[in-house]
């Protein structure tokens, strides 16, 4: 009795040797922002907190280009990039940002979408994804330690994600398989104010018509319409749906995102069916519903512009049909009124399309003209480009205008 009386006070003894030297051992210093950067690759901390600091600050480092689109209550910076992320190629960088101070960032890693452009089969793209997600969640873990998971996004969304902290940053995985790899980079607090469960909803009683810009050439359009370049990828519809969640003032969704819930196909192809079916419960998450309001008339058209609602329109964009874009985009600000109604009048109309299938807003029109402002989702020099009615009939799907309000 005497022996194991002994032995338990030496292991306790042990034990409290080993908490008082726990004790004197210092914290580890948070890294500094060389190190970090050391450890993502790529300069994309200042000295000044993330937190700070203006999105042109990060954009200056980054070496990167971005126009500020609107987001929710605040703005989004996007910009390509092509470069090692923590040890992953990255396709795309977004900056979020209220007040003129960053709130989020997001870098898009591989997905399906960009992935595909290299012809390579559904299955590589999934092991791609699997081994890239397993080397940035070791590399996370050897320089921060052990992750655990917190709730992101909200609605149907929403999501379990693996978080590492590092001082005043939160570092996720938002990882969906065989889809996409998107590392987040967000303020712990942000994580913690947001109600469980609770959505995003629209300014619906805002009066979306004071959008809407009237030209003394008699065109008609809403201004302010945020840009989301798919680019590459055959991303139109997930593209598109994500410009009409942000113009109502839905931050937190993404294409990549959408075309997982549209079960849209590897670089591209997403069948309509699919996103009305899907559309339902996602917009309702957002106080938002879809509407069908018939084929391709100008009646439509004009009425909803004039509301500020964008009308997302079904067609065929083939190349006869996008050398017809650029030349408006090209020759139309160039020409007077009189020229330009000159210049459409000697057009040859299109030929009958059913190649390129395709999803763009219509966000103007033109009385006079005789034409209609068509929005793509492939980055500024498209976001606003004019077509005859006469042409677009010619390439239209046959299938029903839609557009997305808020529910009442």
């Given at each position: 009795m005497k022996r194991l009386f002994v032995i338990f006070c030496c292991a306790a003894a042990a034990v409290l040797h080993a908490a008082d030297q726990a004790a004197e051992k210092p914290a580890a210093a948070t890294p500094t922002a060389a190190e970090l950067n050391k450890i993502a690759g790529t300069p994309l901390f200042g000295e000044t907190e993330l937190w700070q600091e203006r999105p042109s600050s990060v954009t200056w480092r980054l070496n990167v280009n971005c126009r500020a689109e609107k987001s929710g209550?605040?703005?989004?910076?996007?910009?390509?990039?092509?470069r090692q992320f923590f040890g992953c190629p990255a396709a795309e960088l977004?900056?979020?940002?209220?007040?003129?101070?960053v709130t989020r960032i997001d870098v898009f890693l591989v997905n399906k979408g960009d992935s595909a452009l290299d012809s390579r089969r559904r299955g590589d793209i999934k092991s791609e994804l699997r081994r890239n997600r397993s080397g940035l969640e070791k590399l996370l873990r050897e320089n921060f330690g052990r992750s655990h998971k917190v709730s992101f996004g909200s609605g149907s969304l929403r999501r379990q994600l693996p978080m590492w902290?590092?001082?005043?940053?939160?570092?996720?995985?938002?990882?969906?398989?065989?889809?996409?790899?998107?590392f987040r980079l967000v303020p712990p607090e942000s994580l913690a104010e947001k109600r469980r469960g609770a959505a995003e909803h629209p300014e619906a009683r805002k009066n979306f018509a004071a959008n809407v810009k009237r030209s003394s050439n008699?065109?008609?359009?809403?201004?302010?319409?945020?840009?989301?370049?798919?680019?590459?990828?055959?991303?139109?519809?997930?593209?598109?749906v994500e410009r009409l969640l942000?113009?109502?003032?839905?931050?937190?969704?993404?294409?990549?995102?959408?075309?997982?819930?549209?079960?849209?196909g590897v670089g591209g192809n997403t069948r309509a069916d699919r996103m009305f079916h899907g559309s339902r419960q996602l917009l309702g998450d957002y106080g938002l519903r879809l509407r069908e309001v018939g084929g391709l008339k100008r009646h439509a058209v004009v009425k909803y512009v004039d509301q500020g609602i964008p009308v997302l329109w079904f067609h065929y964009s083939d190349d006869a049909f996008q050398?017809?874009?650029?030349?408006?985009?090209?020759?139309?600000?160039?020409?007077?009124?009189?020229?330009?109604?000159?210049?459409?009048?000697?057009?040859?109309?299109?030929?009958?399309?059913?190649?390129?299938a395709h999803v763009a807003l219509l966000i103007g029109y033109n009385r006079d003209t005789d034409e209609f402002a068509v929005s793509n989702s492939w980055g500024e020099r498209y976001r606003?480009?004019?077509?005859?009615?006469?042409?677009?009939?010619?390439?239209?799907?046959?299938?029903?205008?839609?557009v997305v309000v808020p529910r009442k």
């Open positions: 209550k605040g703005q989004m910076f996007a910009a390509p990039l092509h977004r900056i979020f940002a209220v007040d003129s101070k902290t590092c001082g005043r940053y939160a570092f996720l995985i938002d990882w969906s398989d065989g889809e996409y790899l998107i008699g065109d008609v359009f809403i201004d302010d319409v945020p840009m989301v370049n798919q680019g590459r990828k055959g991303y139109c519809v997930p593209a598109t942000r113009y109502f003032g839905v931050s937190g969704v993404d294409m990549h995102q959408l075309a997982e819930k549209y079960r849209t050398e017809r874009i650029n030349f408006s985009l090209v020759s139309r600000k160039r020409a007077t009124p009189e020229g330009w109604k000159k210049r459409l009048a000697d057009q040859k109309r299109l030929r009958r399309s059913n190649k390129g606003i480009a004019w077509v005859r009615f006469a042409d677009m009939e010619q390439v239209d799907a046959r299938m029903d205008l839609c």
